[in-house]
Each structure stands twice: as structure tokens, then as C-alpha cells.
């Protein structure tokens, strides 16, 4: 069974300052792990999906990379700003299912 | 053009009734979810389908029946609400394993 873990589960910082998430899986067998963003009351936004014979995907201020034999994801969020708070969730794709952590809650102060 | 639509958004209802969540995409994909998210936050799977077939029930009551028309709709009706089963409900799809998901606004259910 795929258990995914998000570290930490809030952070707080300056407007600027670089955004690192973690994200853990337990089953490597994955056939894609993806970023969404979700804000307060709304759904669920993507940001990035790395296939799992990727090592990493950019999109503007975004990176996230991938290491399937460990078990990781990082996003890392450059030069953040207020309207990057929200909860960003990393989600596991096995055999049409995707596993989710619980999130990293962000708040960048103006 | 919304590409995964839900109806309705928001849903209050008494306890012990009968509801349905309607889902359709227009993205032209084989595989679609629902997924439950809890006043924790939490998202977990109930229900995936590929072509029409189910292929994951995550441990839901049996209260809980997906049915699937066709390949761009996923419908999930509640038979004899709970309490327990207010939370914001999910719809995704995906064109099988190797693409990304993209879901629904989602509806928040009441029970009362």
C-alpha cells in the first residue's frame, strides 16, 4: 500500500524568500508523481507532473524533482510570493490510483 | 470550457436520504476517480474506472454506488446519508496511467 508523507505540514516565510516541500512515498513502483495547488474552499490546480523515468520538471518559478529509488519529490518555489500561499499536495500514481499526503500549508508574508 | 465539471457544487440534505453527484469530463479521457477529502484535508480514493469498468473500491460502504454512462461521465450516488458522510467530494480523470490527473471544483456535502 502507497503511503505518501508531505514535510513540513506549514511554513511560513518573507515574500522572496525560496520555497522548499518535501514529499516521501513508500512504493517506488509509480507510474508518475504530480504537484497540485489547492486554495482555501477550491479544487485542485496541477502544477507538475514528472514521469517516473524523469529526474525533474520546470514550469517558470517551479522545479520539482524526482529520485523514484529513494522515494522523494522536492518542489522548490523560487523567489515566492504572497499569491503562492496555499496548500500544495504531491500525489503517487500507481495502478490508476493516485495516493495523496497530507499537504504542506505555505503563507508568504507581504 | 471546463474540462472536469461536477453538479452541484454545494449539497445540504437530512440525514437518511438518497443523493447523486454527476461528474463529466471533456478531455477525452479513458480514466476517471472520485475522491473524498475530510475536514482534515485528507484526500483518499473511493472509486477509479478504466473504459467504463470499475477498477478501484477503496473499502467504501456499500451505500456509496459509482455508476459510469460512459467514458466522459462518472456519476456517484449516496443511498441513506450519515453524518459522517459530510465532506468535499472529488471528481478526476486521466487518460490512463502514465498522464496527470486533473480534477473537479468539488462538492461539499452537508448532511444535517
Known amino acids: 500500500k502507497q503511503e505518501v508523507t508531505q514535510i513540513p505540514a506549514a511554513l511560513s516565510v518573507p515574500e522572496g524568500e525560496n520555497l522548499v516541500l518535501n514529499c516521501s512515498f513508500t512504493d517506488s513502483a509509480i507510474y508518475n508523481l504530480q504537484w497540485f495547488r489547492q486554495d482555501p474552499g477550491k479544487g485542485l490546480t496541477s502544477l507538475l507532473l514528472?514521469?517516473?523515468?524523469?529526474r525533474e520538471q520546470t514550469s517558470g518559478r517551479l522545479n520539482a524533482s524526482l529520485d523514484k529509488s529513494s522515494g522523494r519529490s522536492t518542489l522548490y518555489i523560487a523567489a515566492s510570493q504572497p499569491g503562492d500561499s496555499a496548500t500544495y499536495l504531491c500525489a503517487a500514481h500507481n495502478d490508476y490510483k493516485l495516493s495523496f499526503g497530507a499537504g504542506t500549508t505555505v503563507t508568504v508574508r507581504a | 470550457d471546463t474540462a472536469v465539471s461536477q453538479t452541484p457544487k454545494y449539497l445540504v440534505t437530512q440525514m437518511g436520504n438518497d443523493k447523486s453527484i454527476k461528474c463529466e469530463q471533456n478531455?477525452?479521457?479513458?480514466?476517471m476517480y472520485w475522491y473524498k477529502q475530510d475536514s482534515k484535508k485528507f484526500l483518499k480514493i473511493m472509486f477509479s474506472?478504466?473504459?467504463?469498468?470499475?477498477?478501484i473500491n477503496e473499502t467504501v460502504p456499500n451505500r456509496f454506488s459509482p455508476k459510469s454512462p460512459d467514458k466522459a461521465h462518472l456519476n456517484l450516488h449516496i443511498n441513506s446519508l450519515e453524518l459522517g458522510d459530510s465532506a468535499v467530494y472529488f471528481c478526476?480523470?486521466?487518460?490512463?496511467?502514465?498522464?496527470?490527473?486533473?480534477f473537479g471544483q468539488g462538492t461539499r456535502l452537508t448532511v444535517v
Open positions: 514528472i514521469q517516473s523515468s524523469q
Open positions: 478526476a480523470s486521466s487518460q490512463g496511467r502514465w498522464r496527470g490527473a486533473f
Open positions: 478531455l477525452g479521457h479513458d480514466t
Open positions: 474506472y478504466n473504459n467504463k469498468e470499475l477498477i
